[in-house]
């Protein structure tokens, strides 16, 4: 397993924009595909986005195409999440999550390294 410290949550109003980092440490951080989810107040934990090891395939949930975009830095071993426009609906803790495969993929049962979380608040 990966060892996984996200950051950069707070709060902001809506419309705004935050960027979250994932950093790893353990396993070679390239080895891995990286997800971000989320679980809002009273909800299922949810699929944000992924990217695979070499960050050229990624693949977003529809409420957040076209505004948040992930990334990675292998040589940093450290994965972001940029998020623009925010909404309230956007609201939740995020997860950064790592899966030993080199395929995007979205379920959470097939991430097996998870952070602690970060909270971001949108506010309206």
């Known amino acids: 397993q990966v060892h996984l410290v996200e950051s950069g949550g707070g709060l902001v109003q809506a419309g705004g924009s935050l960027r979250l980092s994932c950093a790893a440490s353990g396993r070679p951080f390239s080895a891995y595909t990286m997800g971000w989810f989320r679980q809002a107040p009273g909800k299922e934990r949810e699929f944000v986005a992924a990217i695979n090891w070499s960050g050229r395939s990624t693949y977003y949930a529809d409420s957040v195409k076209g505004r948040f975009t992930i990334s990675r830095d292998n040589a940093k071993n450290t994965v972001y999440l940029q998020m623009n426009s925010l909404e309230p609906e956007d609201t939740a803790v995020y997860y950064c999550?790592?899966?030993?495969?080199?395929?995007?993929?979205?379920?959470?049962?097939?991430?097996?390294?998870w952070g602690q979380g970060t909270q971001v608040t949108v506010s309206s």
């Open positions: 999550a790592a899966a030993d495969t080199r395929m995007v993929i979205t379920t959470e049962g097939r991430y097996n390294s």
